[in-house]
């Protein structure tokens, strides 16, 4: 059986596993020409940098079940709020999540996130925080965050270790953090994996 490259279509097992895709799934989860980055992974664990609908169609190759997915994206691209107190850190982490096609929304401190929040009809998809700053802490505003928008998945930054964070604050391991120094490919798969759950 042969698909139209131009399609964006994956093939699952039934449980879920991606088999093949096509030129134009690879190109629209942002591996175009790579199908080795995301053959044997889950459909829900590969990385999109917009919004995606799915369609799903089961069928049968030789006796074995199989699904045929064809991906869509809304055209809208994920909003990310940055955090962060230091304006230089901030201005450049926001430089590399635009260029990776990202809209990015910056405030200074949780203060002037949760102003952002209650004035923004517009929903925020992930928000990224450092855990150290002034007037409201990161992990302050995450418990804040849960009664203003508990559907935005939030992510955790910090020069402390994860160890150092736990004792720092008083979120538990299950919010996802990520540890200066990093490199941008490691944010940015942090992000994508993120945004997937």
């Known amino acids: ?13 039934r449980e879920g596993i991606v088999l093949s895709a096509t030129e134009g799934a690879l190109a629209l989860l942002g591996h175009s020409g790579a199908s080795d980055a995301i053959l044997g992974r889950r459909l829900e664990d590969l990385p999109a940098r917009t919004r995606l609908r799915i ?7 030789r006796g074995e079940a199989l699904e045929a997915v ?4 809304s055209g809208e691209p994920f909003t990310l709020l940055m955090i962060e107190d230091d304006a230089e850190f901030r201005e450049a982490t926001a430089r590399v999540l635009q260029a ?37 802490s990161g992990d302050e505003f995450y418990l804040i965050l849960q009664q203003l928008s508990p559907k935005t998945r939030f992510l955790l930054i910090s020069g ?11 979120l ?8 200066k120094p990093w490199t941008s490919q490691e944010l940015l798969q942090k992000i994508e994996s993120i945004l997937k759950k």
């Open 100 to 136: 990776r096609g990202y809209r990015v929304l910056t405030a200074e401190d949780g203060e002037q996130a949760i102003d952002l929040f209650q004035k923004r009809s517009e929903p925020i998809d992930l928000v990224i925080s450092d855990v150290v700053m002034p007037k409201v």
């Open 1 to 13: 059986m042969t698909f139209d490259a131009a399609v964006p279509l994956l093939v699952l097992t």
């Open 70 to 73: 064809i991906l869509e994206s």
């Open 55 to 61: 369609r799903r169609a089961p069928f049968l190759l």
């Open 160 to 170: 402390h270790s994860p160890r150092e964070v736990l004792e720092l604050t008083s």
């Open 172 to 179: 538990g391991p299950e919010v996802p953090l990520i540890t």
